[in-house]
């Protein structure tokens, strides 16, 4: 990405006071999205480049683990939550459009059992275990940011099952994609159980969070530490579709819904990731893996060589970011790229096209130079081991 | 994926009021489903395909340096004033109020957030031209959404926006765009023609729509010699018919020069150094899951829908004969587990007349059936959905049926 080419270059800077803002506010004063309106988060392209990475990684290890995506309206008729009597818990967080009274969807269990029961007539077709990513609409009191909006974006997952067993089968399939998926994420969250085993909740510790929770054990306490929910999950023991079984009875199967809060997921991510310099972003939703800085941009010499080492590293998956602006220094350009936790930094100025070399600094803290700039590759690709990727 | 627990179900009987093919194979092919009039759920066959094509597009607009974003599907009324479209849109906007009564709609489309959002964010740099374009949901209440996927209240878009300096600029802009959408179009196995259009309601300098034949079409065309299309009005007709094929077609993508027509009214504007004046901008609408029903009019036979290999959902299905047959069963799995995620194992307890018969109709591009008779000659059969078969040994079976496919390509 060439900072000169975005329409937003003044996005591109380390907010000032920085470590004082509370993680929902630095998202937006990094640039990442803006609010048209309060509630409703507009990405900007390094914001919707870490949505996509986190969208990706849901939707790979759900597939892994045998779930299938579909995608649900995101209208619906209220009807199939009044039917189910769970319209009172939602009340007056409903979005109603005027002419037809229907509702943007607040969640979407109702609708997906109502599909599965034109879909599932035996029960050799169960388990069904789905997921979909898509947004959610609720008419909340006081949005904060991406981390509370009325417009967010959900992983919701759900499985049909048979009977007890296999609903916790599911389940256990369940903690498991929760757990690989906040391995890749770098996230830690603690499994708390609510009202009982049925209701779990994965709570991370932010000052945001409306939701207290102790250690050792980890439970609910209304003097614990201020948490909030990036995933959970809620076991129907009833509610399914009704089905023939092998004795050939019909009988209500069970239904398991699970989900991620892909906003909360980056809200974690960015509040678990903050150092001294910045935003150390966990490798696999990292939006930058190298940075390519050119002191003086009016210097043919120096562009030259810079286009080239970033073409080098855009073909070679180093995911660099080209910061070729004129009215920066040389400490802004590379604060910059220590705040967005950038592994390293290949810097290009008139030193470096006398001597035909290019110098690197890891944000780790070695400073190396290299003779040629085609042969920088090498080195880079080894130590942020992208080679093959 | 296991088609026994893959929430995938075919259905035999067309639906009632069903007149398109691909609204009938998009319902008995289990692509998807209707939740409320006009308003469907995308079921996992169907949602393997749009991701394919969401894939493709996003490449090609990458290609052409455009940046994507996400815009919100909720916007706010006080935005659709400023141009003017609040009212003119009409009936066909769904409206709705928050807590404090303030009125929004559900984006049918994002011109205003997009000049507004331009306006707030680029006017201090100088850095047109430029591209921005998202996936979003849009909405239209239409008055009788019909052909299932083809026009529905809901529906998935891929829309771009371009900013530029001047008139010529944008001339480039558009042409870019345009020709990453003929690239994109075929690569995803779509016919279709850009043709010259009516601006309506968009307003702008110039605008092209681009027509894909189908039997659903709801727009009358021929292709001249030149290979451009020529859209038919009433009068036209006399004109043409009898003298060349005139063929119908369904709107998938639309390029609109809007020139100054949203930068003027809301305050978009641009300088260079001397006098200011309003930015010149295109937008660029291609309705994804419009092009879904349209692969499957151009690409289907009496037994169902016959993917193209680039958005196919699955590359293989691997079907067995006698699921209650162990070794079947075993090297049906082993086979499966050696292709992964590309595949789909028809491990059901059916009668093999109803897995062949589902087959064809999801239309899955490679076949290959475990059957004990092939066992016992050690052999599996490799077919093909769009005709011909071949017998591969089990020896070796992942080279050969590899280098097959290679071949095939």
Same mark, same amino acid.
Request: some cysteine; hydrophobic content about 35%.
């Given at each position: 990405?060439?900072? !000169?080419?975005?329409?937003?270059? &003044?996005?591109?800077?380390?907010?000032?006071?920085?470590?004082? $803002?509370?993680?929902?506010?630095?998202?937006?004063?990094?640039?990442?999205?803006?609010?048209?309106?309060?509630?409703?988060?507009?990405? $900007?392209?390094?914001?919707?480049?870490?949505?996509?990475? =986190?969208?990706?990684?849901?939707?790979?290890?759900?597939?892994?683990?045998?779930?299938?995506?579909?995608?649900?309206?995101? =209208?619906?008729?209220?009807?199939?939550? +009044?039917?189910?009597?769970?319209?009172?818990?939602?009340?007056?967080?409903?979005?109603?459009?005027?002419?037809?009274?229907?509702?943007?969807?607040?969640?979407?269990?109702? =609708?997906? /059992?109502?599909?599965?029961?034109?879909?599932?007539? !035996?029960?050799?077709?169960?388990? @069904?275990? /789905?997921?979909?990513?898509?947004?959610?609409?609720?008419?909340?009191?006081?949005?904060?940011?991406?981390?509370?909006?009325?417009?967010?974006?959900?992983?919701?997952?759900?499985?049909?099952?048979?009977?007890?067993?296999?609903?916790?089968?599911?389940?256990?399939?369940? +903690?498991?994609?929760?757990?690989?998926?906040?391995?890749?994420?770098?996230? *830690?969250?603690?499994? @708390?159980?609510?009202?009982?085993?049925?209701?779990?909740?994965?709570? /991370?510790?932010?000052?945001?969070?409306?939701?207290?929770?102790?250690?050792?054990?980890?439970?609910?306490?209304?003097?614990?530490?201020?948490?909030?929910?990036?995933?959970?999950?809620? #076991?129907?023991?009833?509610?399914?579709?009704? #089905?023939?079984?092998?004795?050939?009875?019909?009988?209500?199967?069970?239904?398991?819904?699970?989900?991620?809060?892909?906003?909360?997921?980056?809200?974690?991510?960015?509040?678990?990731?903050?150092?001294?310099?910045?935003?150390?972003?966990?490798?696999? @939703?990292?939006?930058?893996?190298?940075? @390519?800085?050119?002191?003086?941009?009016?210097?043919?010499?120096?562009?030259?060589?810079?286009?080239?080492?970033?073409?080098?590293?855009?073909?070679?998956?180093?995911?660099?970011?080209?910061?070729?602006?004129?009215?920066?220094?040389?400490?802004?350009?590379? &604060?910059?790229?220590?705040?967005?936790?950038?592994?390293?930094?290949?810097?290009?100025?008139?030193?470096?096209?006398?001597?035909?070399?290019?110098?690197?600094?890891?944000?780790?803290?070695?400073?190396?130079?290299?003779?040629?700039?085609?042969?920088?590759?090498?080195?880079?690709?080894?130590?942020?081991?992208?080679?093959?990727? | 994926?296991?088609?026994?627990?893959?929430?995938?179900?075919?259905?035999?009987?067309?639906?009632?009021?069903?007149?398109?093919?691909?609204?009938?194979?998009?319902?008995?092919?289990?692509?998807?489903?209707?939740?409320?009039?006009?308003?469907?759920?995308?079921?996992?066959?169907?949602?393997?395909?749009?991701?394919?094509?969401?894939?493709?597009?996003?490449?090609?607009?990458?290609?052409?340096?455009?940046?994507?974003?996400?815009?919100?599907?909720?916007?706010?009324?006080?935005?659709?004033?400023?141009?003017?479209?609040?009212?003119?849109?009409?009936?066909?906007?769904?409206?709705?109020?928050?807590?404090?009564?303030?009125?929004?709609?559900?984006?049918?489309?994002? *011109?205003?957030?997009?000049?507004?959002?331009?306006?707030?964010?680029?006017?201090?740099?100088?850095?047109?031209?430029?591209?921005?374009?998202?996936?979003?949901?849009?909405?239209?209440?239409?008055?009788?959404?019909?052909?299932? $996927? #083809?026009?529905?209240?809901?529906?998935?878009?891929?829309?771009?926006?371009?900013?530029?300096?001047?008139?010529?600029?944008?001339?480039?802009?558009?042409?870019?765009?345009?020709?990453?959408?003929?690239?994109?179009?075929?690569?995803?196995?779509?016919?279709?023609?850009?043709?010259?259009?009516?601006?309506?309601?968009?307003?702008?300098?110039?605008?092209?729509?681009?027509?894909?034949?189908?039997?659903?079409?709801?727009?009358?065309?021929?292709?001249?010699?030149?290979?451009?299309?020529?859209? #038919?009005?009433?009068?036209?007709?006399?004109?043409?018919?009898?003298?060349?094929?005139?063929?119908?077609?369904?709107?998938?993508?639309?390029?609109?020069?809007?020139?100054?027509?949203?930068?003027?009214?809301?305050?978009?504007?641009?300088?260079?150094?001397?006098?200011?004046?309003?930015? *010149?901008?295109?937008?660029?609408?291609?309705?994804?899951?419009?092009?879904?029903?349209?692969?499957?009019?151009?690409?289907?036979?009496?037994?169902?829908?016959?993917?193209?290999?680039?958005?196919?959902?699955?590359?293989?299905?691997?079907?067995?004969?006698?699921?209650?047959?162990?070794?079947?069963?075993?090297?049906?799995?082993?086979?499966?587990?050696?292709?992964?995620?590309?595949?789909?194992?028809?491990?059901?307890?059916?009668?093999?007349?109803?897995?062949?018969?589902?087959?064809?109709?999801?239309?899955?591009?490679?076949?290959?059936?475990?059957?004990?008779?092939?066992?016992?000659?050690?052999?599996? +059969?490799?077919?093909?959905?769009?005709?011909?078969?071949?017998?591969?040994?089990?020896?070796?079976? $992942?080279?050969?049926?590899?280098?097959?496919?290679?071949?095939?390509?």
């Amino acid at each position: 990405m060439k900072i !000169s080419h975005q329409l937003f270059p &003044d996005k591109f800077k380390v907010p000032e006071n920085w470590t004082s $803002l509370q993680t929902y506010k630095l998202f937006e004063k990094m640039g990442l999205a803006i609010f048209p309106k309060a509630g409703f988060p507009l990405f $900007l392209p390094v914001g919707q480049i870490l949505i996509n990475s =986190v969208n990706q990684i849901i939707r790979e290890t759900a597939y892994q683990a045998g779930f299938s995506e579909l995608y649900l309206p995101l =209208v619906q008729t209220p009807n199939f939550i +009044e039917e189910t009597g769970r319209a009172e818990q939602f009340n007056q967080e409903f979005f109603y459009t005027c002419n037809n009274k229907l509702i943007l969807a607040p969640t979407n269990e109702e =609708v997906f /059992v109502n599909l599965a029961s034109k879909g599932i007539n !035996s029960y050799r077709q169960l388990p @069904v275990r /789905v997921f979909q990513i898509a947004d959610k609409f609720r008419n909340i009191k006081k949005p904060k940011g991406i981390f509370r909006s009325k417009e967010f974006l959900m992983c919701d997952m759900i499985s049909i099952d048979l009977n007890k067993e296999m609903l916790n089968d599911s389940a256990k399939i369940f +903690e498991k994609i929760v757990e690989e998926v906040f391995q890749k994420l770098e996230i *830690e969250a603690v499994r @708390v159980t609510k009202h009982s085993d049925h209701y779990i909740e994965y709570l /991370v510790e932010c000052p945001e969070g409306d939701i207290y929770v102790s250690r050792n054990p980890d439970r609910y306490n209304p003097s614990g530490k201020h948490s909030s929910s990036v995933a959970m999950y809620f #076991l129907f023991e009833q509610g399914g579709p009704f #089905l023939s079984v092998a004795d050939g009875t019909n009988r209500r199967s069970y239904v398991g819904t699970y989900g991620f809060g892909i906003q909360r997921c980056i809200h974690a991510i960015i509040e678990q990731h903050r150092d001294g310099r910045g935003i150390s972003f966990p490798v696999s @939703v990292r939006p930058f893996n190298s940075s @390519v800085i050119i002191m003086d941009k009016n210097e043919p010499e120096q562009n030259k060589l810079a286009e080239n080492c970033y073409n080098i590293l855009l073909k070679s998956n180093a995911k660099p970011l080209f910061d070729d602006r004129a009215d920066k220094t040389l400490k802004e350009k590379l &604060d910059l790229a220590d705040f967005y936790g950038i592994p390293v930094k290949i810097i290009i100025g008139k030193k470096e096209v006398a001597n035909s070399t290019v110098t690197i600094k890891w944000r780790n803290g070695k400073t190396e130079e290299d003779s040629f700039a085609s042969n920088i590759l090498s080195t880079i690709l080894e130590n942020l081991q992208l080679k093959g990727t | 994926m296991r088609f026994s627990k893959s929430f995938i179900y075919t259905r035999r009987e067309t639906p009632k009021d069903v007149k398109s093919i691909s609204h009938d194979l998009t319902i008995r092919a289990g692509i998807a489903h209707q939740i409320c009039a006009g308003h469907y759920g995308i079921l996992p066959l169907g949602t393997l395909v749009l991701k394919k094509i969401e894939n493709i597009v996003r490449q090609e607009m990458n290609n052409i340096g455009a940046v994507e974003v996400i815009l919100p599907i909720m916007q706010s009324s006080s935005l659709w004033q400023e141009s003017g479209r609040w009212d003119i849109y009409g009936e066909e906007m769904f409206k709705l109020v928050d807590r404090q009564k303030r009125e929004f709609c559900l984006g049918p489309t994002h *011109e205003e957030m997009m000049v507004q959002f331009v306006k707030d964010h680029a006017q201090k740099t100088k850095n047109f031209p430029i591209i921005l374009f998202q996936f979003g949901t849009k909405f239209r209440d239409e008055k009788r959404p019909r052909g299932g $996927l #083809l026009r529905t209240r809901e529906f998935i878009m891929k829309d771009a926006y371009s900013f530029d300096y001047t008139p010529q600029g944008l001339d480039e802009s558009y042409q870019k765009v345009r020709a990453a959408y003929i690239r994109i179009l075929s690569l995803i196995g779509v016919d279709a023609f850009p043709i010259p259009a009516i601006t309506g309601e968009m307003g702008g300098r110039s605008s092209e729509e681009f027509l894909a034949p189908s039997s659903a079409g709801e727009d009358h065309f021929i292709v001249l010699e030149s290979g451009i299309g020529k859209k #038919l009005e009433n009068e036209d007709y006399t004109k043409y018919v009898g003298e060349q094929p005139v063929l119908t077609g369904t709107e998938i993508c639309h390029c609109f020069k809007l020139s100054t027509r949203y930068s003027a009214k809301m305050g978009l504007f641009t300088n260079n150094g001397k006098e200011i004046f309003p930015a *010149e901008m295109g937008c660029y609408g291609m309705g994804i899951s419009r092009i879904l029903p349209i692969i499957i009019e151009q690409n289907h036979d009496e037994r169902g829908i016959i993917w193209p290999r680039s958005v196919a959902p699955f590359e293989t299905i691997i079907i067995t004969v006698q699921q209650d047959n162990s070794k079947v069963a075993e090297i049906a799995e082993k086979i499966y587990v050696q292709l992964g995620e590309s595949a789909l194992y028809d491990d059901r307890f059916e009668r093999p007349g109803v897995k062949f018969r589902d087959a064809e109709l999801i239309g899955i591009p490679d076949r290959i059936i475990v059957g004990s008779k092939g066992l016992d000659k050690n052999i599996v +059969e490799y077919e093909w959905r769009s005709g011909g078969k071949q017998e591969v040994s089990l020896d070796n079976f $992942l080279e050969i049926y590899r280098k097959i496919k290679e071949e095939r390509k």
